[in-house]
């Protein structure tokens, strides 16, 4: 979901009336948080707990995406950017972590490895079906609950991880 709101956050933008140039500076905005994000995000775990901040982020995301399906002001997207871009760095920030926390370093390698083919191809997967959905549609509202169900998935698979660390064992 996060490819494909990036892929089509500025046609969606232009589509309601958004001049492109300031459609294009949202990617700017959520760049700019998402580099906060993974620095504040990150420092908070350490001492928060990965995975209340993990379910927290995804949340957020979630809340965010929803926000963007009723934004139609400039100024909304701007509000959506600066969560969706926050959210979206911690979250990655902390799932990353708890990787190494769950899992140890030993084997990190094949481990990244597999989750970053997994989201390679959901980063392929999700604009293609963002397209598809809009040029079914003519608009993304469906294409951004799916987003939506999305994220709200992962916050329970999120849940559902067990907090033991490598150290407990």
């Known amino acids: 979901?996060?490819?494909?709101?990036?892929?089509?956050?500025?046609?969606?933008?232009?589509?309601i009336g958004i001049p492109t140039m300031k459609a294009a500076t949202i990617l700017s905005v959520i760049g700019a948080m998402e580099f906060l994000g993974r620095l504040l995000v990150g420092r908070i775990s350490d001492s928060a707990g990965r995975k209340p901040?993990?379910?927290?982020?995804?949340?957020?995301?979630?809340?965010?995406?929803?926000?963007?399906?009723?934004?139609?002001?400039?100024?909304?997207?701007y509000l959506f950017a600066l969560v969706f871009g926050f959210?979206?760095?911690?979250?990655?920030?902390?799932?990353?972590?708890?990787?190494?926390?769950?899992?140890?370093l030993h084997n990190i390698g094949i481990i990244m490895g597999t989750l970053s083919a997994g989201w390679s191809l959901g980063a392929a997967i999700g604009p293609f079906v963002g397209g598809?959905?809009?040029?079914?549609?003519?608009?993304?509202?469906?294409?951004?609950?799916?987003?939506?169900?999305?994220?709200?998935?992962?916050?329970?698979?999120?849940?559902?991880?067990?907090?033991?660390?490598?150290?407990?064992?």
């Open 1 to 15: 979901c996060i490819f494909m709101i990036l892929t089509h956050i500025v046609p969606h933008g232009t589509d």
């Open 132 to 169: 598809l959905v809009y040029d079914i549609s003519h608009n993304y509202f469906v294409a951004f609950l799916i987003c939506v169900a999305a994220m709200v998935i992962a916050t329970l698979f999120l849940a559902l991880i067990k907090q033991e660390t490598i150290l407990d064992r």
């Open 53 to 77: 901040i993990a379910i927290i982020s995804a949340l957020l995301l979630a809340g965010a995406i929803i926000w963007l399906i009723y934004s139609e002001d400039l100024w909304m997207f």
């Open 87 to 104: 959210s979206r760095g911690g979250l990655t920030t902390v799932t990353t972590a708890m990787v190494g926390d769950i899992f140890g």
